[in-house]
């Protein structure tokens, strides 16, 4: 397979830049720039799910680890497992968009999608980027072609979220070898793999990586009993004096968090990317069955109540997408920007660290969106939503977890402002010069924005008021709290909720406006997803902004707050009704997704 040319022209603006500049329509990546190398690998991850695993879904399901294993070597025949990975070391070395869209790919079966994602993203990525050439050469062609399967310890029963507070211990041995002992909870493909990135602390406290091979002496725990993915294995893994040689330190001693944290970034995205592929199998299930589903003499998918789940569905679906793609763009632009050898995944590690506001807000909305779709899925099932026989509640218990994993949805929550609040800080995001900025136009007298008759005009102004809005309440949280904003949670929660509905409505909003000055078939669809989405944002985000503004201020000080934010959030509400019931008939009709 060759490499794919790195998108060009598109915005190289700086992670979490978008809440203070606007972006160009055509500057952004979409999925209707899909290149035809993209179509094909989709296709290729595509057909493998539904005609190789799909079909043997309930064996997985009875734990038949062999064949977990087969169909991992399957994925490797077809080059799915090195997306990411150079032809040096095995890989197929493809750009960030091939790896959105294997991962959308692969979460159609959520279980071998857990199953590839702690393979694929959770072993191979931290190895590729932080190991030696030795390390990499090594193994890395062993996992690409799925000779040996990857499982990722780092989550301890003490220590999940909190993950630096691991007990696992390393103890140097007088031949520079090191002798791990404690234990690892809820590991992925714990059962069956046979390396394991794990993480543990060098005489005490030097947080660390480690490559260890099953053969060094690790034993897997019994296999948990999970609400969801019964086709994936998770259990505890537990070293006892387990001799790891010298060698097989992965990046540098005391230096563990940069591999964990550095891998997140990646696994984040390409979780949110899962959600995105789940949310379009879900979709079509529910196209589907209100098609035929009668009801009073009619298919469910007739009534307006059906019609609005539907359409909601495809809303906050194609929001979703929009931002994956957009971010996907932006780290291959950064990434094609540095010169480099294709060998280096410096680069690629940089662009996502870069972009380790958009990974966090992937994975929250993702997952949130995903489970909207899921629950509206059974919901649109009635009583054969509530049972085995449809897919329905499979899917339903197989995503509560995206809300847990990658870091649970609160921690990511924490870190998107935290993260721009501290490039702020640091002078690297000019958040406060912007907040000062706004804080003086509000003073003055409300200028008439110029007429606009161009599409989604009222919406790109909606969302430029989204932005002062969130830059007003990042610059009262900085001011009332300073230092000690970290401690005040529930206003963070506010702020990464407007800053996840600013993104998201931003990305729907230049997406749907591409296809339209692109005259794409479906870009009258777009526009509607776009404008019901910025349509319920206004909403969302005047309902946090209002409640942060109250935490922090009140009496003359909240009124006049309070006006400030009437005077900026002036959105008119339109006819979602209309727009909803326009996506959802052709969703029916289509029985699908209507933008894939
Ligand atoms: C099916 C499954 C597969 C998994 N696979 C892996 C794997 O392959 N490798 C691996 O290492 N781990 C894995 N995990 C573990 C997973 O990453 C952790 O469960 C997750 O990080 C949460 O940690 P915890 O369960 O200890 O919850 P806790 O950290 O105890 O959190 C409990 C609650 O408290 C909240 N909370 C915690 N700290 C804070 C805070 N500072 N502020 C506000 N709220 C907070 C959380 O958001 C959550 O709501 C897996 C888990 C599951 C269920």
New binding site residues.
């Given amino acids: 397979m060759s490499t794919t040319a790195a998108p060009t022209a598109l915005s190289t603006l700086r992670g979490g830049e978008w809440l203070l500049q606007p972006t160009a329509a055509d500057s952004i990546f979409t999925p209707e720039k899909l290149t035809d190398e993209h179509r094909l690998i989709g296709r290729t991850a595509q057909e493998f799910v539904r005609n190789e695993i799909l079909p043997v879904l309930d064996k997985l399901e009875e734990k038949d680890w062999a064949l977990a294993r087969r169909l991992v070597q399957r994925g490797g025949d077809l080059g799915l497992l090195g997306v990411d990975v150079p032809e040096a070391y095995g890989g197929v070395g493809l750009d960030k968009v091939t790896s959105l869209i294997v991962s959308e790919k692969m979460a159609v079966s959520a279980s071998f999608g ?1 199953t590839f994602g ?1 393979h694929a993203n ?1 072993t191979v990525i931290p190895l590729f980027l932080f190991g030696s050439e030795a390390q990499k050469q090594k193994y890395l062609p062993k996992l690409l072609t799925g000779e040996l399967v990857g ?5 301890e029963t003490g ?4 993950a630096l507070g691991a007990r696992t211990r390393a103890t140097r041995q007088p031949d520079g070898s090191f002798l791990l002992n404690g234990e ?5 493909n714990g059962g069956f793999a046979d390396l394991f990135v794990v993480f543990a602390k060098v005489d005490g406290d030097q947080f660390t990586a480690f490559l260890v091979e099953r053969g060094f002496g690790v034993k897997s725990g019994k296999e948990e009993h ?1 609400m969801g ?1 019964h086709g994936s294995s ?1 259990t505890a893994l537990i070293f006892q004096d387990v001799k790891v040689p010298a060698d097989n330190v992965l990046g540098e001693i005391g230096k563990g968090h940069k591999v964990a944290f550095n891998v997140l970034n990646f696994a984040r995205f390409k979780l949110g990317a899962m959600c995105g592929g789940g949310a379009h199998g879900a979709i079509a299930e529910s196209a589907k069955y209100a098609a035929s589903r009668r009801q009073f003499g009619q298919p469910i998918a007739n009534f307006g109540a059906i019609k609005h789940k539907i359409g909601e569905m495809v809303i906050r679906t194609y929001a979703v997408e929009s931002l994956l793609y957009r971010t996907a763009g932006l780290v291959d632009a950064r990434v094609s920007a540095t010169r480099h050898d294709a060998t280096d995944g410096g680069p690629a590690l940089a662009a996502f660290e870069e972009y380790a506001v958009e990974a966090s807000i992937a994975k929250v909305a993702g997952s949130e969106a995903l489970n909207y779709v899921l629950d509206e899925n059974i919901q649109i099932h009635g009583g054969n939503g509530y049972v085995r026989d449809y897919p329905a509640e499979r899917h339903f218990r197989d995503a509560r ?1 995206n809300r ?5 949805n ?2 990511n929550r ?1 870190l998107i402002p935290g993260m721009l609040i501290r490039r702020a800080v640091k002078g690297d995001l000019p958040l406060i010069p912007a907040a000062k900025a706004l804080q003086d136009e509000l003073m003055g007298p409300a200028a008439m924005p110029p007429a606009d008759e161009a599409v989604l005009a009222e919406e790109r102004r909606a969302v430029d008021a989204f932005k002062k809005t969130a830059l007003m309440v990042f610059g009262v949280a900085m001011q009332t709290y300073g230092e000690k904003l970290t401690d005040e ?1 529930e206003v963070l929660m506010h702020l990464a909720d407007i800053a996840i509905d600013v993104f998201s409505a931003e990305s729907a909003t230049l997406r749907a406006r591409a296809a339209s000055d692109g005259r794409n078939a479906k870009a009258a669809l777009q526009v509607d997803a776009a404008r019901a989405f910025v349509n319920d944002a206004a909403l969302r985000i005047e309902a946090s902004a209002r409640q942060a503004l109250a935490a922090m201020a009140d009496g003359d000080t909240l009124r006049t707050m309070l006006a400030a934010l009437r005077r900026l959030l002036k959105v008119t509400p339109v006819n979602t009704v209309v727009m909803r019931r326009r996506l959802a008939d052709e969703t029916v009709a289509r029985g699908a997704y209507p933008f894939a």
Avoid: C, P, R
């Fill in positions: 857990a702690a959770l499982a990722y310890g780092l989550s220590s999940g979220s909190d690892k909870m809820w590991i992925t999970k993915l998770t977890v847990i994993f990658e870091g649970t609160e921690i924490l949670q």
